[in-house]
């Protein structure tokens, strides 16, 4: 079973409008599924409440293990996104109040790298 997901344009929206044009290939449907994973909050999905990450606590922490379990619950969202094979690479930016998510990663249909902002 393969995944098919609407495309997303640059500000973030579903695509619609084109029929079967809007729906990406198996490689950026796997790249939209890891971000809209990764931007989704813990709590806030009525049907499936555990779906996302709890940034509203993780990112309230302070402490010297505050970094450390904001990259585990990323690298875990991301490793149990379908089709993903394996994390190469993943960079946990500061700035400005956003978190900025540049990973590489590698899935059944090939190489995705991308960058996803958590914030603002």
Not at 48 to 64: E, S
Request: include cysteine.
């Amino acid at each position: 079973m393969f995944i098919k997901m609407r495309n997303v344009d640059n500000k973030g929206d579903w695509c619609f409008g084109n029929s079967l044009q809007d729906y990406g290939d198996n490689l950026t449907s796997t790249k939209n599924n890891i971000k809209t994973r990764l931007q989704s909050v813990m709590y806030d999905c009525f049907f499936d409440l555990t779906a996302g990450i709890d940034w509203f606590n993780i990112l309230g922490n302070r402490g010297q293990y505050a970094k450390e379990v904001v990259e585990i619950n990323v690298r875990l969202c991301i490793l149990q996104s379908l089709y993903v094979t394996e994390l190469v690479d993943l960079k946990i930016i500061e700035k400005d109040r956003n978190l900025n998510l540049e990973y590489t990663i590698n899935t059944m249909f090939g190489e995705i790298t991308d960058n996803t902002v958590i914030g603002g």
